[in-house]
């Protein structure tokens, strides 16, 4: 975890003049991970950092508390980054990358996952392969769609829809691949440096292969405050 | 009661993104004097790709990156004894293009230069003032352009419908008669002010697209296209009906087009040679888009954007220039939309280049997969026999129809011009 951070760190501080980089520090009310609550529907603290070289190579780490179901107190995961995106012409871009998400005094739900996708101005799709999702045992494949759109100078309407496979962890002779839909919508309001989002989140299942409380409501309203620094 | 809360915190947010609005985009760019100090610097913009927590908004609106390259751009300022002004993205170039001010002692081409060497630019140039061509004479007689192409006869078959049409000029009288309905969207480049008319956007509108056999005015030549009036310019009041564009407006307003998917772009306007509207036409012609540009009569070869690789350039009829590359179409003594819901006549390759947009607009409804090199060609299809074949070429319509679609939107017209050909 501590060596993680430390890369991401020296890779941040070690770069050429040419690179960019940026970061926020958010707070959710509640965080919602492909609909599933990660925080047991509580608030939670998160940082980002990003890095992105004119050559097309990005890097990055995302830091965020959690509530896990097996643990007492608030954890930490740590995703760190990186991958390759190039522009295609006609507005289209594609990338391709990888992640690695780890927790604190939790190290057998880390996991390692790919993903790659297309992009326009408006609309991004992408695929997320992970061969031991939540080290439950287990590959899953996550598909995703987004769009948004600029309705005014400042204020943006973005919707999501993702669908998730994975291998049923309850009675698996019968239904042994499962498929789990989360949709989100919402709006984003950027003030300067601040930016404000408010989204409706569901997934059309409670019961998942997470390995998090619970969640007592399929759908809720997040609020999120960022600023970008 | 918590709904209640939610709905008032959806007011605020509004309210307060309403108060914020464009205040960054900083202070008017609409003085061509000052325009002369001012340099763009563009920095890299990367691809929108995967980050954990930005994954649904728009690419380049989110606010990651973006302070970064603000800071770069602050540094770059610091040190080069710069003035920041202003800053647009870019995305179709992967570019965020910043306006930046040098001293009134400095000298723009050293600064331009300097900045060129720095590894944290991709590129810089100076800021170009372009004019919008054309005048407005109310002194010459009444000589309605549409008999030339036939225009009725070929609207009883086409009309543009729903063809986006970008015309990047001053702004357009929106709720003239002639033309309410027919503008898809207004939007203004020039500064934060509220959206406003001018004389030479709107006369272009009227002969792009005013509206048909609606009993008043004129008829434009794309009367059901979808136009996009994209103010880039401004009309000057100390110099008359004078219109004046920037490089940095006309990028903007470019870059809209391009995310709207303009099948047609209408830059009625010439100056110097524009690095950074170059590459923003280039990226347009590789989406597929038409870019027509009025040749400036008073430059040989007409100008920029009308000199441009790929680039229609659109002439009056009776210009000197003899270029080959010139199309020639209707652009004296145009009856077209004027401010104040009224109808006056005009002269000037704006309104040739204008024709040929409509006309345009009016192949792509026929054939919407058709590319802007056919769409050239088509347009030099004569049916009548050239004299020389490197001299301008007068646009025919209706070949220019035929040759492009296989349509014979107005037969009735070519047999009755080919019958009236001496020795056939």
């Not at chain 2, 919008?132 to 543009?160: C, F, M, R």
Request: glycine fraction near 8%; charge should be neutral; hydrophobic fraction near 40%.
């Amino acid at each position: 975890m501590l060596r993680g951070a430390a890369v991401v760190w020296v890779l941040a501080f070690a770069l050429p003049a040419t690179a960019q980089i940026s970061g926020n520090i958010t707070l959710v009310s509640d965080y919602r991970f492909r609909g599933i609550s990660l925080s047991d529907q509580k608030p939670a603290a998160q940082l980002s950092l990003g890095y992105d070289h004119p050559s097309g190579w990005y890097a990055g780490a995302f830091a965020s508390t959690v509530q896990l179901l097996d643990r007492s107190g608030r954890d930490l995961q740590l995703i760190p980054y990186a991958g390759y995106a190039q522009r295609m012409g006609a507005g289209l871009s594609w990338h391709v990358g990888a992640g690695y998400s780890s927790f604190s005094h939790a190290g057998a739900h880390n996991y390692a996952e790919v993903h790659g996708g297309i992009s326009s101005e408006n609309v991004s799709t992408r695929l997320y392969y992970s061969p031991d999702y939540f080290g439950q045992g287990s590959a899953t494949l996550y598909a995703e769609l987004n769009a948004a759109r600029l309705v005014m100078a400042s204020i943006q309407l973005f919707g999501h829809i993702g669908v998730l496979r994975s291998r049923n962890p309850g009675i698996s002779y019968e239904r042994p691949i499962q498929y789990q839909f989360d949709v989100q919508a919402g709006t984003s309001v950027d003030f300067e440096k601040f930016n404000v989002q408010l989204a409706w989140v569901a997934s059309d299942k409670t019961y998942t292969v997470y390995p998090f409380s619970e969640a007592r409501n399929r759908s809720t309203v997040v609020l999120r405050l960022s600023r970008s620094f | 009661m918590v709904r209640r809360r939610w709905a008032a915190l959806v007011l605020c947010m509004t309210l307060a993104a309403c108060a914020a609005l464009d205040g960054r985009r900083g202070e008017a760019l609409a003085d061509r004097d000052s325009n002369e100090r001012k340099i763009l610097v563009m920095l890299h913009l990367a691809p929108p790709h995967f980050r954990p927590d930005t994954a649904y908004t728009r690419s380049y609106d989110s606010r990651f990156g973006r302070d970064d390259r603000r800071r770069i751009a602050d540094a770059l300022a610091r040190e080069h004894n710069l003035r920041l002004i202003s800053d647009w993205p870019m995305p179709a170039l992967g570019v965020e293009c910043f306006v930046m001010e040098v001293q009134p002692t400095d000298s723009p081409a050293r600064r331009i230069e300097q900045l060129a060497l720095d590894p944290r630019v991709e590129s810089a140039q100076p800021m170009h003032v372009f004019q919008a061509l054309g005048h407005n004479d109310p002194l010459y007689p009444l000589q309605p352009s549409g008999k030339l192409w036939h225009l009725a006869e070929i609207h009883e078959s086409v009309t543009g419908k729903n063809v986006v049409v970008a015309e990047i000029d001053t702004g357009v009288e929106v709720e003239h008669p002639d033309l309410r309905g027919l503008i898809a969207a207004a939007r203004n480049f020039v500064d934060c002010s509220p959206y406003s008319a001018e004389m030479h956007g709107t006369a272009l509108a009227g002969s792009i697209a005013a509206r048909d056999d609606d009993g008043i005015g004129i008829a434009g030549v794309a009367p059901q296209a979808r136009l996009l009036a994209l103010r880039a310019c401004w009309q000057e009041p100390r110099s008359g009906s004078a219109a004046f564009c920037s490089s940095f407006t006309l990028a903007k307003a470019l870059q809209f087009a391009l995310e709207q998917k303009a099948r047609v772009i209408n830059l009625s306007l010439a100056g110097p040679h524009d690095r950074l509207l170059e590459r923003l036409l280039n990226a347009a012609l590789a989406q597929g888009t038409t870019i027509v540009s009025a040749a400036d009569p008073a430059v040989i070869g007409g100008g920029f954007p009308a000199s441009s690789p790929g680039v229609l350039a659109v002439a009056e009829e009776d210009t000197r220039d003899d270029s080959a590359a010139l199309l020639l179409a209707p652009g004296r003594d145009i009856p077209t939309t004027a401010l104040g819901s009224r109808w006056d006549f005009v002269t000037g390759s704006s309104y040739s280049a204008a024709h040929v947009t409509g006309l345009v607009a009016l192949l792509y409804e026929l054939a919407p997969s058709i590319q802007p090199r056919q769409i050239s060609d088509a347009l030099r299809a004569g049916t009548l026999p050239r004299l020389a074949a490197n001299r301008p070429v007068m646009i025919d319509a209706c070949a220019a129809i035929a040759r492009a679609t296989g349509t014979h939107a107005c037969a009735s017209a070519v047999t009755r011009q080919a019958k009236s050909l001496p020795g056939q």
